[in-house]
């Protein structure tokens, strides 16, 4: 069967498959439709020139294609993981500040289940902290390149931050939490809480689930700080 011209990406491996095999895609890294910037701060942007197609999904995936050439990552590196292309939301609610002051945003479905799961936790007597939600595909490359430029080795890098593309943050349907008083966010320590306990009994109801458990098939580390909503908790 001919495949569409544009087809929409759906997060699944077999179409990712088919996408990274598109020559339009690949097309995105190996002429000047897609320029990378990479500056002395480790930032990477991209501009695209009028002659592309700029429909989301398009843009969104030329990006990342572009963003793993950029980062050295192989270009099967996702697939051999059978990581789920994340796309980003049409648009997001912002609710609240995270642990840096910046505006906790997460896509609408979600920023409102989360609500109600916080409204329960302060009920509770729990004050939760949000470390991090939404995140840019540039600010995901952006902790890659920072991990690389310290010598950390690729294959462990990706193995604590997800490619670029790859990140549930991308969906706005992740949060990474904390608690009030905790002193090292983001560490393992955080399973010894009484705020992740609770969590285990009670953020399933929110539609709110550990993503990456220990030994998760993804082959990320344990990350009891992260959580990622999904309406339909079967999918
Ligand atoms: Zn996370």
């Known amino acids: 069967m001919a495949r569409a011209r544009h087809p929409r990406y759906h997060d699944n491996r077999r179409e990712l498959t088919d996408l990274m095999r598109d020559p339009w895609a690949i097309a995105c890294q190996s002429t000047s439709s897609l320029a990378i910037i990479h500056t002395g701060t480790g930032t990477i942007s991209s501009t695209t020139s009028p002659s592309v197609d700029t429909t989301p999904d398009n843009r969104f995936l030329c990006e990342v294609v572009a963003c793993h050439a950029a980062l050295g990552i192989p270009r099967d590196y996702a697939l051999t993981r059978s990581l789920p292309l994340e796309t980003p939301p049409p648009f997001w609610i912002e609710d609240g500040v995270d642990l840096q002051g910046r505006p906790?945003?997460?896509?609408?479905?979600?920023?409102?289940?989360?609500?109600?799961?916080?409204?329960?936790?302060?009920?509770?007597?729990?004050?939760?902290?949000?470390?991090s939600s939404y995140r840019s595909l540039a600010h995901q490359a952006r902790l890659v390149r920072q991990a690389l430029d310290r010598g950390q080795p690729l294959e462990g890098v990706l193995r604590r931050i997800a490619p670029p593309g790859f990140s549930e943050h991308h969906s706005g349907r992740a949060v990474d939490l904390s608690v009030a008083g905790?002193?090292?966010?983001?560490?393992?320590?955080?399973?010894?809480?009484?705020?992740?306990?609770?969590?285990?009994?009670?953020?399933?109801?929110?539609?709110?689930?550990?993503?990456?458990?220990?030994?998760?098939?993804?082959?990320?580390?344990?990350?009891?700080?992260h959580w990622a909503y999904r309406a339909d908790p079967t999918a």
């Open 104 to 131: 906790v945003r997460l896509a609408p479905e979600a920023s409102r289940a989360f609500r109600a799961l916080v409204d329960a936790a302060r009920d509770a007597g729990f004050v939760p902290v949000v470390v």
């Open 182 to 225: 905790e002193r090292e966010p983001l560490t393992e320590a955080f399973e010894d809480t009484a705020f992740y306990r609770w969590l285990g009994e009670r953020a399933g109801g929110f539609g709110f689930r550990l993503s990456y458990p220990r030994n998760n098939r993804a082959g990320f580390i344990y990350e009891p700080w």
